[in-house]
C-alpha cells in the first residue's frame, strides 16, 4: 500500500484528496460508500494499477482528508457528482471505468447519467442502480430502521457522539457485515446494537480500524449524515433514465441489503436490467455486505475480467 501516492486537488472551492496508483490512459475511477474511505479501495487499486491501469480513489467532501464543506448539513449528490468532473477535469482525465459500492454507486450513476462521454463501463458492489426517486424503504421497515434514525437531524449525531470516532466506525462495520437489515429498538440506539465484545469480521483488521477512526476523526460525520441518508430525495431532472454503457454488479449473497423490501426481487427478476439494459450480475455465496474487503483476489479477478472486456 505504501506505493499508492496522495494528492491534494483544488476546485469547487475545496481540497480534495484524490489517492493515485498506476499509469497510463485505461482509469479506473473508484467510489466509496458509508462508513468507507479511499482506503476501502486498497487492494483493488494495487491489483488493478499492477495490470496496466491508473487508479483514482477520492475521498468526497466531508470525508476523509478532503476539505469539510462550509455547511455540511446543504451537501447534495449532485455536489459530488460535480466534484468528481471537476477532479477529472483538473487531471486532463475525458474518460474513465467507474467502480462503485454502496450509495457510492448513486454518483456512478448519476456521472454516467449526466455525462455519458466520460464514463466506459460502471462496476457495483453491493447495490445496484435502482430508479432516482424517494426511496419507500422508510415507510415499510420499522422506526428503528438505520436509515430512518440517521435521516432524523440530530438523532444520529447524539448516539455517535456518545463514542469516539474509531468506536462508531467498529459498530457500523459489524452491523452491516451481518445478514440483516440493523433495525434498532425502540427504547435503543443504533449504537446500542453492537456490544463492545462482540469481534470484527476476521478480513478487517484492528489496523484497518485504525485508520479509518483516524480518517473520520479528523472529518467527523456530518457530511457522511448528510450523503447519503440525508439527500435521497434529490431531484436531478434527468428525463432519460436509461444507462448506456455496459455494467456489472458484484453481489454478496449474504449482503443484508438484499433484505431491503422488493430488493432482491428487484435485482434476480430482471427489473434491474430495464434501467441498466446491459448488465451483468454476478453473486458470491459468502459475499457480505463488505465484499471487496472480505474477498479482495475474487473481487479483483472478478473487476478485471469486466473492465479488460470493454477497452
Not at 474511505?37 to 491508473?54: E, H, K, T
Amino acid at each position: 500500500m505504501d506505493q499508492i501516492q496522495h494528492n491534494f486537488i483544488t476546485v469547487q472551492g475545496l481540497k480534495f484528496h484524490v489517492a493515485d496508483l498506476g499509469e497510463g490512459s485505461n482509469v479506473v475511477l473508484f467510489l466509496h460508500g458509508f462508513p468507507e474511505i479511499w482506503y476501502s479501495w486498497r487492494y483493488q487499486m494495487v491489483a488493478l494499477a499492477n495490470a496496466g491501469f491508473r487508479t483514482l480513489a477520492p475521498d468526497y467532501r466531508g470525508y476523509g482528508l478532503s476539505d469539510i464543506p462550509p455547511e455540511p448539513e446543504k451537501t447534495t449528490f449532485a455536489d459530488l457528482v460535480a466534484d468528481l468532473v471537476a477532479i477529472l477535469d483538473h487531471l486532463g482525465i475525458n474518460k474513465v471505468f467507474v467502480v462503485a459500492k454502496d450509495f457510492g454507486v448513486r454518483p456512478a450513476y448519476l456521472l454516467t447519467l449526466l455525462h455519458p462521454h466520460r464514463v466506459s463501463c460502471v462496476v457495483t458492489l453491493g447495490v445496484p442502480h435502482v430508479p432516482l426517486e424517494p426511496r419507500k424503504y422508510r415507510e415499510s421497515l420499522p422506526e428503528g430502521f438505520y436509515i430512518s434514525r440517521w435521516n432524523e437531524p440530530g438523532r444520529a449525531e447524539a448516539d455517535f457522539g456518545r463514542f469516539d470516532a474509531k468506536t462508531v466506525v467498529r459498530n457500523i462495520y459489524i452491523l452491516f457485515s451481518r445478514s440483516e437489515i440493523p433495525i434498532a429498538d425502540e427504547k435503543q440506539e443504533v449504537m446500542d446494537m453492537v456490544d463492545a465484545s462482540v469481534p470484527l469480521p476476521p478480513w478487517f483488521t484492528e489496523e484497518d480500524l485504525t485508520t479509518y477512526g483516524a480518517l473520520y476523526e479528523k472529518s467527523g460525520f456530518k457530511t457522511a449524515l448528510q450523503v447519503p441518508y440525508r439527500s435521497f430525495d434529490e431531484d436531478f431532472g434527468i428525463t432519460d433514465p436509461i444507462v448506456k454503457v455496459p455494467a456489472l454488479l458484484i453481489m454478496g449473497c449474504k449482503d443484508y441489503v438484499l433484505k431491503f423490501p422488493g430488493m432482491e426481487e428487484y435485482i434476480k427478476f430482471g427489473k434491474a436490467k430495464e434501467l441498466v439494459p446491459d448488465l451483468d450480475i454476478i453473486y458470491l455465496p459468502e459475499g457480505t455486505h463488505f465484499v471487496q474487503e472480505q474477498s479482495p483476489e475474487l473481487v479483483n479477478e472478478l473487476i478485471l475480467d469486466f473492465l479488460r472486456s470493454h477497452m
